[in-house]
């Protein structure tokens, strides 16, 4: 039997896990990643605009960020924005691309990175179990207003509760393999 509570459920519990991940990919590692910049805008023709939707952002070395804007004119306008966002990244521009490189992190900034990334796991676990609780709240008020027999309230509770062990582990998968992907050299 699947309810609609557990289906409610699956996808309150997904969307917390999806915040996570998109939460932990803007991270900075010793890595280079082209979602690290998602965060970035610029500020072109009047507008800000988000750099993926000015320029095309490649990965083509582990440490080694290349931007190349769709306008050329546009060059300066985005190696201002990111110079003064807050991912302390110096860009070099040759006329026609901007090269990041990526700076080696030191043992203390990384530490520091994977608190974050332990604190932000554990607001999505939090958050998962809220959802949790609600349902299953949810469930004993159709048990008690007998909508709901007791035997399919107790099947209830216990797929919610399943659901909410499989997010935790995949939050949990994902929160170390961020702090592999940050700790190593």
Request: aromatic share 2%.
């Amino acid at each position: 039997m699947d309810h609609e509570l557990v289906q409610e459920a699956g996808s309150k519990m997904g969307k917390s896990l999806e915040a996570f991940q998109q939460e932990i990919m803007h991270i900075r590692t010793g890595r280079a990643s082209v979602g690290l910049l998602d965060s970035v805008e610029v500020d072109m023709y009047g507008a800000k605009m988000k750099l993926n939707q000015v320029a095309t952002i490649t990965a083509p070395e582990a440490r080694l960020l290349v931007v190349q804007p769709w306008d050329k004119t546009q060059l300066a306008a985005i190696e201002k924005a990111i110079q003064t966002s807050p991912l302390d990244i110096t860009p070099s521009n040759d006329g026609t691309v901007i090269r990041l490189p990526m700076p080696q992190l030191s043992e203390e900034r990384r530490k520091e990175f994977v608190k974050m990334v332990g604190k932000l796991a554990e607001e999505a676990r939090v958050s998962i179990r809220n959802v949790r609780r609600h349902e299953v709240e949810s469930v004993k008020k159709l048990q008690k207003s007998g909508e709901v027999p007791e035997d399919d309230a107790h099947k209830l509770s216990s797929q919610i509760q399943k659901l909410t062990d499989e997010h935790i582990e995949k939050v949990d998968k994902a929160l170390k393999g961020k702090e592999a992907e940050i700790m190593e050299v």
